[in-house]
């Protein structure tokens, strides 16, 4: 899902990492990581990819 976002942005993790005030090894991490992120989390970094955060059920 991060990697995603981050991909159609056109950054690398180096630059989100910038956007997002953390290290390119913790997007690294974020992105490989067997847990989903936290709420905020996502909303910085749909932030940082210019997306929007949409929760939902159906």
């Known amino acids: 899902m991060i990697r995603e976002a ?3 942005a056109g ?3 180096k630059e989100l990492g910038e956007k997002l005030g953390i290290s390119e ?3 690294n991490k974020l992105e490989n990581a ?3 992120p ?3 989390t996502l909303k910085r970094v749909a932030e940082a ?3 929007k955060l949409k929760i ?3």
Request: hydrophobic content about 35%; proline content about 0%.
């Open 11 to 13: 950054l690398t993790q």
């Open 38 to 40: 936290t709420l905020t």
């Open 6 to 8: 981050r991909l159609k």
């Open 56 to 58: 939902g059920y159906e």
């Open 25 to 27: 090894s913790a997007v």
């Open 34 to 36: 067997n847990h989903a």
């Open 49 to 51: 990819t210019g997306l």
